[in-house]
Structures are given as C-alpha cells and as structure tokens.
C-alpha cells in the first residue's frame, strides 16, 4: 500500500475518534420503527419526523435517538431536546 494511503487511513480514524469536527448540517434517515418505518430529517429550520408522536409534540423517540447517536456533531440548536433527560436514581 502506498505510504500517503495510510497516512490518510490514519487521519481519518484520527478524525472518526475526534467528533467535535464534525458538524452535521443536513441529515435524512429512515427508523424501522415497531410498527411502520419513519422518516427523519434535520434542516435548517430543525427537525422533522413522519411519526404521529412528533405531529403533536414537535419531538419524538427517533430524533431523541439521533441526538444521542450523532451528540457533539449536531449544531448546539439540534442537540437540545424538548423532552428532560432521564436521571436514573441512585442505586438503580
């Protein structure tokens, strides 16, 4: 293997581990819910999920799972849930 290949295999684990780099400013995916796939997207104007849940609460499971997942990559505005995160009692 060519020495400037594994130099770029190397940045791009260096970069995989350092996610604060990272900013994800557009995003679509598809949940394969319990019940019926859902469709999620980020954009601009925030987050947008096909489930019911979301049409009354403007928040659903899926993307309280994508902020999760994607964390310090998401803009500061899309890591902020509209739910309270779940504090687990000592001892639990």
Known sequence: MHSSVI?????????????????????????AGDNDAH?????????NCNCHYFESYKACAHILALQEILGVMLPE?????????VVEAAGA
């Open 77 to 85: 505005e899309a890591q902020t849930s509209l739910f309270e995160p």
């Open 39 to 47: 469709h999620v997207t980020l954009e601009a104007d925030g987050w």
């Open 7 to 31: 130099g770029k295999i190397e940045k791009a684990h260096r970069y995989a581990r350092e996610k604060d780099r990272i900013t994800v400013e557009r995003l679509g995916v598809t949940f």
